[in-house]
């Protein structure tokens, strides 16, 4: 039986007797310490890169999506329901920072304040109004904070909010962005002071004071985009659906399509300047190479919901069957 909204957002997750096999959605490292999260509210902690997991408390059994650390200690998990998590502790305690339904109520509060007699302020409170009446379910996707202090979290319809105290008081910036489809929005990710947003139907937003202001970048492309990657301060990797990747040296004026890949959609990048890898929903790893997705060698997994590469040249594949470990492999002959 599903849980109510009043349960999933104050009910905390249930205990599992078989951790490793749990369905979790996003991984990341805390220091030396890996931190993954998923379906019901699920938090995991490995000491050991991935070898052993304990299970820590979680308030809220809303399946949870994406977490980020800024340092061994300090980070924070998105999830359905509008939820945020903040730890202070590494991940041993989690405080519940933001839910639905004050993630609504801030988007209407910000529509309110905006309004001045135009249609698309007028259609952006018409937005926020209809999302209160919706109840708190809308999910948030992504994250991404710049410190322990200043912090943005993306999701479905358009949701946008910063913080600038660590999540203790959050702002929605929706009505900066290009977006009046109200468009989920899947992905963002940071180099220096540009921000980049990726979302559905090929939508691509780059502000470049911070998230002060996002313009939206035109690209040959129209699928939803659910991965992207700075490339130092001019490159930027994004993929998505059914395998479709491109690649911009200009901060995403020019594109260039990448080819090579299966019809399986990319859910994450990884990398930097020296090699961006991305990673499919069947577990396949390719490496950027000019303009090509070179593949390299993986065993067959089920499907993967996330990833990541671990400090012992192996990765941790998420999966619907539960964690794996995979070694490092070169490009397949």
Same mark, same amino acid.
């Given at each position: 039986?599903?849980?109510?909204?009043?349960?999933?957002?104050? *009910?905390?997750?249930?205990?599992? =007797?078989?951790?490793?096999?749990?369905?979790?959605?996003?991984?990341?490292?805390?220091?030396?310490?890996?931190?993954?999260?998923?379906?019901?509210?699920?938090?995991?902690? =490995?000491?050991?890169?991935?070898?052993?997991?304990?299970?820590?408390?979680?308030?809220?059994?809303?399946?949870?999506?994406?977490?980020?650390?800024?340092?061994?200690?300090?980070g924070?998990?998105?999830?359905?329901?509008?939820v945020?998590?903040?730890?202070?502790?590494?991940?041993?305690?989690?405080?519940?920072?933001?839910?639905g339904?004050?993630?609504?109520?801030?988007?209407?509060?910000?529509a309110?304040?905006?309004?001045?007699?135009?249609?698309?302020? *007028?259609?952006?409170?018409?937005?926020?109004?209809?999302?209160? #009446?919706?109840?708190?379910?809308?999910?948030?996707?992504?994250?991404?904070?710049?410190?322990?202090?200043?912090?943005?979290?993306?999701?479905?319809?358009?949701?946008?909010?910063?913080?600038?105290?660590?999540?203790?008081?959050?702002?929605?910036? &929706?009505?900066?962005?290009?977006?009046?489809?109200?468009?989920?929005? +899947?992905?963002?990710?940071?180099?220096? #002071?540009?921000? +980049?947003? #990726?979302?559905?139907?090929?939508?691509?937003?780059?502000?470049?004071?911070?998230?002060?202001?996002?313009?939206?970048?035109?690209?040959?492309?129209?699928?939803?985009?659910?991965?992207?990657?700075?490339?130092?301060?001019?490159?930027?990797?994004? &993929?998505g659906l059914?395998?479709?990747?491109?690649?911009?040296?200009?901060?995403?004026?020019?594109?260039?399509?990448?080819?090579?890949?299966?019809?399986?959609?990319?859910?994450?990048?990884?990398?930097?300047?020296?090699?961006?890898?991305?990673?499919?929903?069947?577990?396949?790893?390719?490496?950027?190479?000019?303009?090509?997705?070179?593949?390299?060698?993986?065993?067959?997994?089920?499907?993967?919901?996330?990833?990541?590469?671990?400090?012992?040249?192996?990765?941790l594949?998420?999966?619907?069957?539960?964690?794996?470990?995979?070694?490092?492999?070169?490009?397949?002959?």
């Amino acid at each position: 039986m599903a849980l109510a909204p009043i349960d999933v957002l104050q *009910q905390p997750a249930e205990r599992v =007797s078989e951790l490793q096999r749990g369905v979790y959605l996003a991984a990341a490292r805390a220091g030396e310490r890996v931190v993954a999260v998923g379906e019901r509210g699920l938090i995991a902690l =490995s000491d050991d890169d991935g070898g052993l997991w304990r299970q820590v408390v979680s308030p809220v059994s809303a399946t949870l999506t994406g977490v980020q650390f800024v340092s061994a200690k300090v980070g924070w998990v998105v999830g359905h329901w509008g939820v945020v998590l903040g730890t202070r502790d590494g991940g041993e305690t989690w405080t519940l920072l933001l839910d639905g339904r004050r993630a609504a109520q801030a988007t209407l509060d910000a529509a309110k304040a905006a309004t001045d007699g135009s249609a698309a302020s *007028q259609k952006a409170l018409v937005d926020a109004q209809r999302l209160i #009446a919706d109840g708190p379910d809308k999910p948030l996707l992504d994250l991404h904070f710049v410190d322990e202090q200043v912090g943005f979290v993306v999701g479905a319809y358009n949701l946008i909010l910063r913080t600038e105290d660590g999540g203790r008081h959050w702002e929605s910036i &929706a009505g900066r962005l290009d977006n009046p489809k109200g468009l989920h929005l +899947y992905a963002i990710a940071a180099e220096g #002071a540009t921000l +980049y947003i #990726a979302g559905e139907q090929g939508l691509l937003l780059r502000s470049d004071d911070d998230g002060a202001h996002f313009q939206r970048l035109a690209l040959p492309y129209a699928g939803s985009l659910f991965t992207l990657r700075p490339l130092g301060r001019e490159g930027l990797v994004v &993929a998505g659906l059914r395998g479709n990747a491109l690649v911009s040296e200009d901060r995403g004026l020019r594109w260039r399509a990448l080819t090579g890949a299966p019809p399986l959609s990319f859910i994450a990048a990884f990398g930097d300047t020296d090699e961006v890898q991305l990673v499919n929903q069947a577990g396949q790893r390719f490496a950027v190479r000019g303009d090509r997705l070179v593949r390299l060698e993986t065993p067959p997994l089920p499907p993967v919901s996330g990833a990541l590469p671990l400090s012992s040249h192996q990765w941790l594949m998420l999966t619907v069957q539960g964690m794996v470990r995979r070694p490092e492999s070169g490009a397949r002959p």
